[in-house]
Protein backbone atom coordinates (compact mmCIF):
# COMPACT_ATOMS: atom_id res chain seq x y z
CA UNK A 1 0.00 0.00 0.00
CA UNK A 2 1.18 3.73 -1.00
CA UNK A 3 -0.29 6.92 0.49
CA UNK A 4 0.55 10.06 -1.84
CA UNK A 5 0.22 13.34 -0.31
CA UNK A 6 0.60 16.55 -2.66
CA UNK A 7 1.52 20.08 -1.77
CA UNK A 8 2.92 23.06 -3.43
CA UNK A 9 0.23 24.28 -5.35
CA UNK A 10 -1.35 27.79 -5.42
CA UNK A 11 -1.89 30.87 -7.80
CA UNK A 12 0.68 32.10 -10.37
CA UNK A 13 1.03 35.05 -12.81
CA UNK A 14 1.48 33.40 -16.33
CA UNK A 15 5.38 32.55 -16.78
CA UNK A 16 6.03 32.19 -13.42
CA UNK A 17 7.39 28.87 -11.42
CA UNK A 18 5.86 26.39 -9.07
CA UNK A 19 7.17 23.20 -7.44
CA UNK A 20 4.98 20.39 -6.92
CA UNK A 21 5.88 17.90 -4.26
CA UNK A 22 4.76 14.19 -3.54
CA UNK A 23 5.37 12.57 -0.36
CA UNK A 24 4.81 8.98 -0.15
CA UNK A 25 4.44 6.79 2.52
CA UNK A 26 4.99 3.51 2.74
CA UNK A 27 8.75 1.33 2.48
CA UNK A 28 7.97 0.53 -1.72
CA UNK A 29 8.42 3.95 -2.75
CA UNK A 30 11.69 2.81 -4.26
CA UNK A 31 9.85 0.30 -6.38
CA UNK A 32 7.39 2.16 -7.81
CA UNK A 33 7.25 4.37 -10.81
CA UNK A 34 5.32 7.73 -10.26
CA UNK A 35 3.79 9.89 -12.42
CA UNK A 36 1.95 12.97 -12.43
CA UNK A 37 -1.29 14.12 -13.81
CA UNK A 38 -3.53 16.77 -14.33
CA UNK A 39 -7.48 17.63 -14.90
CA UNK A 40 -8.27 21.37 -16.22
CA UNK A 41 -11.70 22.99 -15.70
CA UNK A 42 -14.20 20.53 -17.75
CA UNK A 43 -11.75 18.40 -18.80
CA UNK A 44 -10.59 14.75 -18.64
CA UNK A 45 -7.30 13.94 -16.46
CA UNK A 46 -4.28 13.79 -18.60
CA UNK A 47 -0.66 13.06 -18.64
CA UNK A 48 1.80 15.07 -17.48
CA UNK A 49 4.79 13.00 -16.78
CA UNK A 50 6.23 10.02 -15.19
CA UNK A 51 9.60 8.96 -13.98
CA UNK A 52 11.18 5.51 -13.18
CA UNK A 53 12.45 3.71 -10.08
CA UNK A 54 15.77 4.79 -10.39
CA UNK A 55 14.69 7.94 -11.69
CA UNK A 56 16.83 7.78 -14.67
CA UNK A 57 14.12 7.91 -17.24
CA UNK A 58 11.33 10.48 -16.99
CA UNK A 59 8.72 11.48 -20.21
CA UNK A 60 6.58 14.02 -20.66
CA UNK A 61 3.67 15.62 -22.43
CA UNK A 62 4.04 17.09 -25.55
CA UNK A 63 2.56 20.39 -23.66
CA UNK A 64 4.74 20.36 -21.20
CA UNK A 65 8.13 19.29 -22.90
CA UNK A 66 11.06 22.07 -22.07
CA UNK A 67 8.91 23.79 -19.52
CA UNK A 68 8.26 20.43 -16.76
CA UNK A 69 10.90 18.48 -14.97
CA UNK A 70 10.12 15.26 -12.96
CA UNK A 71 12.23 13.97 -10.56
CA UNK A 72 12.63 12.18 -7.12
CA UNK A 73 14.52 11.56 -3.61
CA UNK A 74 14.60 8.24 -3.13
CA UNK A 75 15.81 9.11 0.57
CA UNK A 76 12.88 11.71 1.19
CA UNK A 77 10.56 9.61 -0.44
CA UNK A 78 8.91 12.15 -2.56
CA UNK A 79 8.59 12.84 -6.20
CA UNK A 80 8.76 16.59 -7.69
CA UNK A 81 7.26 18.27 -10.59
CA UNK A 82 9.38 21.89 -11.28
CA UNK A 83 6.71 23.73 -13.35
CA UNK A 84 8.26 26.59 -15.05
CA UNK A 85 7.58 29.01 -18.09
CA UNK A 86 3.67 28.17 -16.39
CA UNK A 87 0.44 29.02 -19.03
CA UNK A 88 -2.88 29.82 -18.19
CA UNK A 89 -3.74 26.49 -19.97
CA UNK A 90 -1.89 25.09 -17.28
CA UNK A 91 -4.08 25.69 -14.74
CA UNK A 92 -5.63 22.21 -13.62
CA UNK A 93 -5.52 20.35 -10.17
CA UNK A 94 -2.29 18.23 -10.17
CA UNK A 95 -2.42 14.46 -9.40
CA UNK A 96 0.44 12.98 -8.63
CA UNK A 97 0.27 8.44 -8.73
CA UNK A 98 2.39 5.79 -8.37
CA UNK A 99 2.56 1.99 -9.75
CA UNK A 100 4.95 -0.95 -9.26
CA UNK A 101 4.39 -1.92 -13.30
CA UNK A 102 6.04 0.75 -15.09
CA UNK A 103 6.06 3.91 -16.99
CA UNK A 104 3.17 4.83 -17.35
CA UNK A 105 0.76 7.42 -19.43
CA UNK A 106 -2.42 6.48 -18.88
CA UNK A 107 -5.05 6.76 -16.03
CA UNK A 108 -5.44 2.96 -15.87
CA UNK A 109 -1.62 2.23 -15.25
CA UNK A 110 -1.76 3.65 -11.64
CA UNK A 111 -2.54 1.71 -8.71
CA UNK A 112 -2.35 4.47 -6.04
CA UNK A 113 -3.34 8.42 -6.32
CA UNK A 114 -2.88 11.72 -4.24
CA UNK A 115 -5.80 13.77 -3.49
CA UNK A 116 -4.07 16.59 -5.98
CA UNK A 117 -2.95 20.26 -5.38
CA UNK A 118 -4.66 23.21 -7.18
CA UNK A 119 -2.58 24.93 -9.99
CA UNK A 120 -4.23 28.45 -10.97
CA UNK A 121 -2.28 30.32 -13.36
CA UNK A 122 -3.52 33.61 -13.99
CA UNK A 123 -2.83 35.77 -17.16
Known amino acids: QVQLAESGGGLVQAGGSLRLSCAASGRTFSTHYMGWFRQGPGKEREFVATISTSGTNTYYADSVKGRFTISRDRAKNTVFLQMNSLKPEDTAVYYC????????????????WGQGTQVIVSS
Open 97 to 112: AANSHGLGYRNIEYDY
